[in-house]
């Protein structure tokens, strides 16, 4: 990833005018999100828009980086910049997706924010990532009855390791320990492979779960969804 923020900031250097450098060099900084990349990022997302300010993707990622960032007020800078983005193409799937995740982290519940997963899934039929903030959404609600279909329709579309880890989350909730174990195993394996350390948190998190789920315990309390749901996508 380094070399790839190398490689855009020598084009957007050479070439300021290109907005393909400076959009993937944006995208670069938010995949990589250490220190101040997220900032670098948000900085290339305003030029280009200054440069296409008609261009929906564009609003779209900038609302989606504001998101990564989290706080109150980069939520509501998002909220502005993906209803710019459905104004400007109300058939862009990332912008409905990115939305949800925006209302759901501010607090309104899953049946809330549906409209926006259904019109996202409606323009993309297996869009994997709106099936699983469903299936998460519900599952941290306690509804896991309504949860495990996304769950394993999310896996089935694109068997991401993040989606086993939701699905843990649900089969846990239906009383399903071992299948719950295996699923926050998968994610384990995926999760220790990352570079960092940001992953070391949640890897020892799950490993507590796992402990108490092989004694034949619950280990998500109402206190521990509330937590969860408020950590979703941080």
Known sequence: MDEAIRAYSQAVDAWPQMISSRLNRSAAYTARS???DLALALADADQIIAAKPEWAIAYN???SIRLSMGGSENLALALADLDKALSLDP????????????RFQ???SIAQISSDLTKALALRPHYANALNLFCWGYAVEQQPELALPYCQKAIAADPQPVFFDSRG???SLLGDYPAAIADFKAYLAWLEQQPGEAW??????RQAWIKILQKGQNPFT????AELRREFGK
């Open 200 to 205: 070391h948190v949640p890897f020892a998190r």
């Open 106 to 108: 501010q607090g309104l």
């Open 34 to 36: 250490q220190d101040d």
């Open 222 to 225: 109402p206190p521990v969804l």
């Open 91 to 102: 058939a862009l799937p990332e912008a409905f997706l990115n939305r949800a995740y925006v």
């Open 169 to 171: 989350l649900t089969y």
């Open 61 to 63: 990622n900038r609302g």
